[in-house]
């Protein structure tokens, strides 16, 4: 008799959630996914964008389809997935995709999520690439590549560009050669260190969004970001400016004439970084640029005009 009684209310508990899957609406499960990420003090939005990937749905068409019931399907796969973003894991690590400069990047726990920042790096780069190098084939170089955002972006936006993207990491390069075939970007990968995969010829460009975070700075960052993005790519020695000293000692003798480097860097080491490329750049223009909410972002170093 118990058993029974077991089965039936096993059966009425599959039936029921069956029925929940059937029956709830758009709306309702992202006030309950927003709902319960809020309560952990994590951000309420990612919900939306689990939606929006999960319902194929862009995000005007979302508002406008809120009361259209989810698919089992789409219940179980929101669900699921809304439970990693409950653990704390990046929602673009959760969907496994990142939109930069209007292009969409796979990304994993091999490679940092691509910043709205960088963007403006790339930006940056074209408008004064463009000024300097009028109808010109050009070298470029992007080095610590990581999901090739920078250089797969590059190349779109300048296809006559010959673009070289290095990573140390093996994991990071096969991820960057996924998104430049998925984006149709012609580029030439290297695994190595630094400087080294293109130190057999000069360059006209050389772009670079290095790691620039202090090691002491770990115990103020999210755990989001500290518990799951690579850390080789986040951290670096000498209180973040191990790997702007590095590029400033070995890019002078591989820059061409005329030549620009750009590198994106943390917003208190503007005068830092700064100082490093106009030391080991005597005659040329180094230039602190910000970003959109008003902190040092860029430093670029060109040849003056």
Same mark, same amino acid.
């Given at each position: 008799?118990?058993?029974?009684?077991?089965?039936?209310?096993?059966?009425?508990?599959?039936?029921?959630?069956?029925?929940?899957?059937?029956?709830?609406?758009?709306?309702?499960?992202?006030?309950?996914?927003?709902?319960?990420?809020?309560?952990?003090?994590?951000?309420?939005?990612?919900?939306?964008?689990?939606?929006?990937?999960?319902?194929?749905?862009?995000?005007?068409?979302?508002?406008?389809?809120?009361?259209?019931?989810?698919?089992?399907?789409?219940?179980?796969?929101?669900?699921?997935?809304?439970?990693?973003?409950?653990?704390?894991?990046?929602?673009?690590?959760?969907?496994?995709?990142?939109?930069?400069?209007?292009?969409?990047?796979?990304?994993?726990?091999?490679?940092?999520?691509?910043?709205?920042?960088?963007?403006?790096?790339?930006?940056?780069?074209?408008?004064?690439?463009?000024? +300097?190098?009028?109808?010109?084939? =050009? #070298? *470029?170089?992007?080095?610590?590549?990581?999901?090739? @955002?920078?250089?797969?972006? /590059?190349?779109?936006?300048?296809?006559?560009?010959?673009?070289?993207?290095?990573?140390?990491?093996?994991?990071?390069?096969?991820?960057?050669?996924?998104?430049?075939?998925?984006?149709?970007?012609?580029?030439?990968?290297?695994?190595?260190?630094?400087?080294?995969?293109?130190?057999?010829?000069?360059?006209?460009?050389?772009?670079?969004?290095?790691?620039?975070?202090?090691?002491?700075?770990?115990?103020?960052?999210?755990?989001?970001?500290?518990?799951?993005?690579?850390?080789?790519?986040?951290?670096?020695?000498?209180?973040?400016?191990?790997?702007?000293?590095?590029?400033?000692?070995?890019?002078?003798?591989? +820059?061409?004439?005329?030549?620009? =480097? #750009? *590198?994106?860097?943390?917003?208190?080491?503007?005068? @830092?970084?700064?100082?490093? /490329?106009?030391?080991?750049?005597?005659?040329?223009?180094?230039?602190?640029?910000?970003?959109?909410?008003?902190?040092?972002?860029?430093?670029?170093?060109?040849?003056?005009?």
């Amino acid at each position: 008799m118990m058993s029974s009684m077991r089965l039936l209310w096993k059966n009425r508990l599959i039936a029921l959630k069956v029925w929940i899957a059937m029956t709830e609406k758009i709306y309702e499960a992202l006030q309950r996914a927003s709902s319960l990420l809020e309560k952990k003090g994590l951000e309420p939005h990612t919900a939306q964008m689990l939606m929006e990937f999960i319902t194929k749905k862009s995000r005007a068409t979302l508002f406008s389809d809120v009361r259209e019931p989810l698919t089992e399907k789409q219940h179980q796969d929101f669900w699921a997935k809304a439970t990693e973003l409950l653990e704390g894991k990046p929602v673009q690590y959760v969907i496994g995709e990142e939109s930069f400069y209007g292009y969409t990047f796979k990304v994993d726990d091999n490679v940092l999520i691509p910043r709205p920042e960088t963007e403006e790096l790339v930006y940056g780069a074209l408008e004064r690439g463009r000024k +300097m190098f009028p109808n010109k084939s =050009i #070298a *470029v170089a992007d080095i610590g590549t990581g999901s090739g @955002a920078i250089a797969v972006s /590059f190349k779109k936006e300048w296809p006559e560009s010959h673009v070289t993207a290095t990573d140390i990491s093996e994991g990071a390069l096969e991820i960057a050669r996924h998104n430049a075939v998925m984006n149709d970007a012609d580029i030439d990968f290297r695994q190595g260190d630094m400087t080294a995969p293109i130190a057999q010829r000069k360059w006209d460009i050389v772009l670079s969004n290095p790691p620039y975070i202090a090691h002491a700075e770990a115990e103020m960052m999210s755990g989001t970001v500290l518990d799951h993005e690579p850390h080789s790519a986040l951290f670096a020695k000498e209180e973040g400016l191990y790997f702007y000293r590095k590029l400033a000692e070995d890019l002078p003798p591989l +820059m061409n004439n005329p030549f620009l =480097i #750009a *590198v994106e860097i943390g917003y208190l080491q503007g005068p @830092a970084v700064h100082k490093l /490329f106009q030391d080991a750049f005597p005659t040329a223009y180094v230039e602190t640029v910000q970003d959109i909410n008003g902190k040092d972002r860029i430093i670029f170093c060109k040849t003056c005009e």
